[in-house]
């Protein structure tokens, strides 16, 4: 487990409660939504998602969406030397797209949310709320809580400027490997597992703030359609494998425990072989067939007779 650098800060429904109709007249986080894709011609499964973001928000948000050329470009202009040494180098779009949320999210702010989030709750709530829990710091970022890799990164609130993506930005080019396998390359180069490293090694102070959002919050705020665009076979692999893990490790265990009994019983053969082996060859040696009877004429011979 990870040290962290800072206490733990989350959001909870208690929370929310308290705060989430509380206006403040200075607003540190820009009210504009964020989303990307490849183009703008959406595919028809993510309509009913991206309507409900909108239809939910739009009396206090603007909303922006990014294409692919977009996104080169925008980090083209505000990050030319992580462009030119990263970006442009990164194997898969999804890398490209993780990378472009924390330099989207540093030089504008706002809601970043993915295609396949639909909406039940008025944003606004967790933004007041965000401000009113920490009145005084002039940076605030929020993440979901993951209980598999620690944050995910499908919908991130932010002040513009906000130092941890100063230091997410600054440090994805020592991440940028292929790990094997294509899932694990896109977790650790840019995606959630990178995320959650750079979020535990951030030192908050009280003028830089980060907020966990609690699972069952965001569990109530967004319901889920079909996403996973950049999966491939070892990805679906994976998540089999954890969706299943505890049927999977029962067959484990009861395999493994067929082995071992199957060892022991070899070994027992086997030492019980060469027992009577052993036994054999000793017998040969010391008690050979007809032993006596060749010793016998031996000394009759070499006795002279009389």
């Known amino acids: 487990m990870l040290q962290r650098y800072s206490i733990k800060k989350v959001l909870i429904e208690k929370d929310l409660l308290k705060y989430a109709n509380v206006s403040w007249p200075q607003h540190r986080i820009p009210r504009i939504i964020h989303q990307t ?59 490209r797209i993780d990378s472009f949320r924390y330099v989207l999210m540093y030089h504008v702010g ?54 941890i993506f100063k230091q997410f930005i600054s440090n994805l080019h020592l991440f940028n490997h292929n790990y094997l396998l294509h899932h694990l390359t896109i977790l650790l180069s840019a995606g959630p597992l990178y ?31 079909n996403g996973g665009t950049w999966f491939e076979r070892d990805t679906l692999i994976i998540l089999y494998i954890y969706y299943n893990r505890n049927t999977i490790l029962k067959y484990c265990i009861i395999i493994l425990i067929f082995i071992i009994i199957i060892i022991i019983l070899f070994k027992r053969r086997r030492i019980d072989f060469l027992v009577k082996l052993t036994i054999r060859q000793s017998n040969h040696i010391f008690y050979p067939k007809n032993f006596r009877r060749k010793l016998f004429k031996l000394f009759k011979n070499k006795i002279p007779s009389k």
Request: a negative charge; one cysteine or more; glycine letters at 2%.
């Open 37 to 95: 894709y490849k183009t703008y011609n959406i595919p028809e499964i993510w309509n009913s998602s991206i309507q409900s973001i909108i239809e939910t928000n739009y009396k206090d948000f603007q909303y922006h969406r990014w294409s692919h050329e977009d996104m080169r470009l925008f980090v083209q202009k505000h990050q030319p030397e992580f462009y030119r040494k990263t970006y442009i180098n990164y194997k898969y779009d999804m890398q």
């Open 110 to 163: 706002g809601i970043y949310i993915d295609m396949d989030n639909g909406c039940n709750y008025p944003l606004k709530h967790i933004v007041t709320t965000m401000e009113a829990l920490d009145p005084y710091s002039p940076y605030l970022a929020l993440f979901p809580a993951e209980d598999t890799f620690g944050l995910q990164t499908d919908f991130i609130i932010s002040t513009s400027n906000h130092p």
């Open 195 to 225: 995320a959650t490293f750079q979020e535990r090694f951030f030192n908050q102070t009280e003028k830089q703030i980060v907020r966990i959002l609690d699972n069952q919050i965001y569990n109530t705020i967004f319901w889920k359609t």
